[in-house]
């Protein structure tokens, strides 16, 4: 089946359509008619999903603050405060990806809407071209990881997880990865001062601080009362993260109005890109567990298992054989196939090796982070590339040797959750249930 799959990939065909053409054809010879109950029992599973409404919600919210401008209002204010820094560009980047990170789950809207503003603002000013990109990349992804993540939504919803703490538990992990590419930009520029030679606007110091101030305020307040409204609701107890996502659509949009930013063309926009990113996840994931419906109904779960179970060196050995599935799958498969394929498959050998659910998936979540990033097929190093103007001479390996150095402080951020299991487990445990 796996050998069938990777066919029509190669060959350039969608996801769900590979994934849905392997299962039928497996399926038919498997099981003949009866096959199309098996499917229908699957799409009908994932479409009446209560938690996976949160999806669409989400995705409206995310839209939505990307269409209202205040990324790029949040990447002027921090520019402003932080121009003495050496590579305060990068700095800025990163932070602003990170606050992003927790107004939207999806990562296509951030990185490319920082490869539009930072990357022509950075290389007019002679920073390093692989720098500038990774940077851009690595921020741009957080999304995914940095709760509110659709990606958090979908694992929780096929591994069977309550929501509510796999969005806590994400919480450590993306600042930490944050505070490590930051600490990366800032020692790297300082080591070596070519990477981002110290140029700024002077209109920036002409600003006085009390307007500084004042324009801190009104960007970051959006953002930090959009997050409290979401995330609050969850932590606190008072609301599902169905029930919250409604509420972020709601506060989402009212933010928009506020700032004039909202106006019925920008509002069709978000409707129609809401509209067809909840599609193709719909699509991917019936495709997907009708893969692995079949898989499963044929043995093929328990030959995993036990191959996985074989591997040397006890649990922990077979916590690495996972973890390397997950990293080498998210060079060639989208971070959907590999929840919705992988994921139904590892949660019982995680469960009977006696990890803690938890964290076991947020480890899943942090090693994907490496997928987005990874070539050959890297959706932020593509999306980023699409939106650079040709007259600055960025190639696709200038990009993929940018984010090189991420994909390693991923790693090592992954590490440190390991040693440190609290960075993952302590939000979750003082949640109010």
Not at 288 to 301: H, Q, S, T
Not at 400 to 425: A, E, H, K, N
Request: net charge positive; proline share 5%; aromatic share 12%.
């Amino acid at each position: 089946m796996f050998s069938l799959l990777l066919i029509p990939i190669f060959l350039g065909f969608p996801l769900a359509f590979s994934l849905f053409g392997s299962a039928l054809i497996v399926g038919f010879l498997a099981f003949g008619s009866k096959i199309f109950f098996i499917f229908y029992s699957q799409a009908f599973g994932i479409l009446t999903n209560y938690i996976l409404v949160a999806v669409p919600m989400f995705i409206f919210m995310g839209i939505m603050v990307e269409q209202s401008g205040i990324g790029k209002a949040l990447f002027d204010t921090l520019e402003m405060w932080l121009y003495r820094i050496r590579g305060h560009l990068t700095v800025v980047v990163i932070l602003t990806g990170t606050a992003l990170a927790a107004c939207t789950g999806i990562i296509a809207g951030s990185v490319v809407m920082l490869g539009m503003i930072a990357i022509p603002h950075m290389l007019d000013r002679g920073y390093n071209k692989e720098l500038a990109c990774g940077a851009v990349c690595a921020a741009g992804t957080l999304g995914i990881l940095i709760p509110p993540s659709v990606m958090l939504i979908v694992y929780g919803a096929t591994a069977e997880i309550s929501v509510g703490p796999l969005l806590m538990g994400a919480f450590g992990p993306g600042l930490l990865l944050s505070a490590l590419y930051l600490t990366f930009v800032l020692v790297a520029c300082a080591i070596n001062p070519r990477l981002a030679p110290s140029t700024y606007e002077k209109s920036a110091m002409q600003i006085s601080l009390g307007k500084k101030v004042v324009l801190l305020f009104t960007t970051v307040f959006p953002i930090v009362f959009l997050v409290l409204a979401v995330l609050g609701s969850i932590f606190l107890g008072v609301a599902a993260p169905t029930e919250a996502a409604a509420v972020g659509a709601f506060v989402a949009t009212v933010l928009a109005l506020m700032r004039r930013g909202l106006n019925w063309s920008k509002f069709r926009t978000v409707a129609m890109e809401t509209t067809k990113t909840t599609g193709m996840i719909a699509v991917v994931a019936i495709g997907a567990l009708c893969f692995v419906g079949v898989l499963l109904r044929l043995g093929g779960g328990q030959v995993i298992a036990d191959l996985i179970l074989a591997a040397p060196g006890g649990r922990w050995g077979v916590f690495a054989v996972i973890m390397l599935m997950v990293l080498v799958l998210g060079m060639f498969i989208d971070w959907l196939g590999i929840v919705f394929i992988l994921v139904p498959l590892i949660t019982p050998i995680a469960a009977q090796l006696g990890f803690d659910r938890i964290w076991f998936a947020i480890m899943v979540c942090v090693m994907l982070q490496t997928a987005f990033l990874s070539p050959p097929f890297a959706l932020a190093i593509f999306f980023l590339k699409g939106v650079i103007p040709d007259k600055y001479g960025v190639n696709m390996g200038h990009i993929i040797r940018g984010v090189i150095p991420f994909i390693i402080l991923i790693l090592i951020g992954f590490g440190l959750c390991i040693v440190f299991p609290q960075i993952i487990t302590w939000l979750p445990g003082v949640m109010i249930g």
